[in-house]
């Protein structure tokens, strides 16, 4: 359980002895001079002052200018904490012997109290997703064995202890599931620096600086530096504990330093000092660049926090460092085979009626082995065949590709994806039978790379940069034409259709990769919604913060794209061929003013993804197209 001291340990833990030197010149002991007022577009600092006659809150620019009053309450408000999105402002406000947390817009505006009762809160801190507050609590009177951390909606409710919990309030990972806190030291006094999982559960101690005094530490948004408070300095070290140091020691005799927090890509940390006339800091996370935040602006500074950057949604600073996803116009040219033959590439057409909830998929795959893929319905129809056909790769002549059947001592049995004069032309002899003709309506969007992990190069045990491109040709059309197989012919009459293209130097079936997530809605002829992204590092758990892919808008009157965000709930899981599997029942997507949301079919038909486990299956309706997928662990 926290100490009473702790709920307020984002701060300032000591008083702050100002020297009238500095006041007179911060070049005197080595400070750069503020900036003069100017740039709009300089971050935003939050801080703790009683220049007003009361402890009140306020924001700043970096460069000295804007300076605002965000509070005007009577009593006194401390510790504030940006959510993910910079959006709004958690803070704790002593109105009565009972302080509580409140939250408030970034512009001070509409203030609202989250906690009420007879308990002590302090220190609200934001999860990196943005959905909920944790923050500490010390009922009055206390009773034995309270949890000494809660966690809150930010709208106040679904208040919930969270157990063991932490030592001081934590600092949460870029990806949200590990804590860093301080707390007594294992074997000795004082505090030491921790991290555990996002709970607190499995702690384990990773300073080894000094005899203790070591507090509020602060999780980079790289996630491989923690800053942290240690003798009364500020010290950074590797997340794992490794490489201790002091950063910019000096000049004074005594250093007062606290409440370190870094700026949004990790390139600097402000803190509250008494080495600057306004109590408030810069510096490079290599410790150059000392140089005071607010000089002649304000006064008596503490307890700063740098504003995220602000976004539509909130994000975890893993999300927003993200590098954007080349894309272009799809052409019949990225149709042509892109791949060699070990690594990864298929074609697929998915056909849909929505009148009669009929459907067809047709899925050429050319490597790392040619494989034939075929799955209709059409009311009490069924054609469906699938096939390995090694060797089966045969030269092609322009945009798509062949692949054959070859039986021994008789003539190939080709499958052919064609483009001619405009339309695509499917010609299948083995599993299935069939012939489709498709004409396009709107061509959609060739997205990539995808930088995926490391992939080994067979035969040999090197490894090569994971690299994957999606091209649409075919965002909406229609197709006609027939399949057949086992005595059942399903004909199809210009069904909406799609047809994609995957390429690059991966396999679906090797954990370079994880979550793919795919989505088709045509709520009516020549307008399609599409989805297409996975996250491009592996981990069975899903993170939707490492998602990376695109959302396309195609209609008659033209194509919109852009790179998505996604949100996918009510998840399900399970055990299958050695692999774990987690699979969303609710996706959602939006970018710009793009925006889509779709239900998986109950219940979720496992299997059909290509190269993976997972589930493939039409939307309920008939209308559209829904998958997700993992890579299938190898046998141990």
Known sequence: MPTSSDLAASGNSQPVRRLAVLVVSAAAVGLLPAAGAGSSTAPTIAFVSDQSGDYELWTVRLDGSGLHRLTRAKGMDDTPAWSPDGRRIAFIRYRTYWPKVWVMNANGSRPRQLTKGYSKEGTPVWTRDGKHIVYGSFPDPPRAHAPGFWSMRPNGTHKHPIRPGYGSPPSFSPNGRRATFSAGCAGGYGTCIYVSNADGSHRRQISAVGAGGNEQPAWSPDGRLIAWINANELWVMNADGSQPRRLAPGPLPETYDSSPSWAPDGSRLVFATNRSPSGLAVINRNGTGLAPVGAGVFRRGGRPAWQPRPRARATSALSAARPALPMRAARPADDARLSGTRWEED???????????????????????????????????????????????????????????????????????????????????????????????????????????????????????????????????????????????????????YQDHVWGKFRRSSTTWTHWDFVLKTPRPGEAWILSGLEPTYDIYPHDNRWRGVLVHATPRGVSA?????????????????????????????????????????????????????????????????????PQMPNT
């Open 562 to 630: 852009c790179q998505a965000r996604i949100t996918r709930r009510a998840w399900i899981g399970g055990f299958t061929s050695n692999t774990p599997w987690y699979v969303p029942t609710i996706v959602r997507a939006r970018c710009g003013r793009l925006a889509l949301s779709a239900k998986a079919p109950r219940p979720w038909p496992v299997g059909g993804f290509l190269g993976g486990i997972g589930g493939s299956a039409p939307l309920p309706g008939g209308a559209g197209w829904i998958e997700h997928g993992v």
């Open 347 to 497: 074609w697929r057409v998915l056909a849909l009626d929505p009148a009669s909830r009929s459907y067809a998929v047709v899925t050429f795959v050319a490597g790392p082995i040619p494989e034939m893929w075929i799955s209709a319905r059409s009311g009490a129809k069924t054609v469906a065949g699938n096939a390995e056909l090694p060797y089966g790769l045969l030269p092609h002549r322009g945009p798509g590709v062949t692949v054959a059947n070859l039986p021994a001592g008789a003539a190939p049995q080709p499958n052919s994806l064609s483009y001619a004069r405009g339309r695509y032309t499917v010609d299948l002899t083995f599993p299935v039978r069939g012939h489709l003709t498709i004409v396009p309506g709107r061509a959609g969007v060739t997205v990539g790379p995808w930088h995926l992990g490391p992939e080994r190069v067979f035969p040999g045990d090197t490894t090569v940069p994971g690299r994957m491109w999606w091209s649409l040709p075919v965002a909406t059309g229609t197709v006609t034409g027939w399949l057949e197989s086992q005595g059942q012919r399903i004909v199809l009459r210009r069904w909406r259709v």
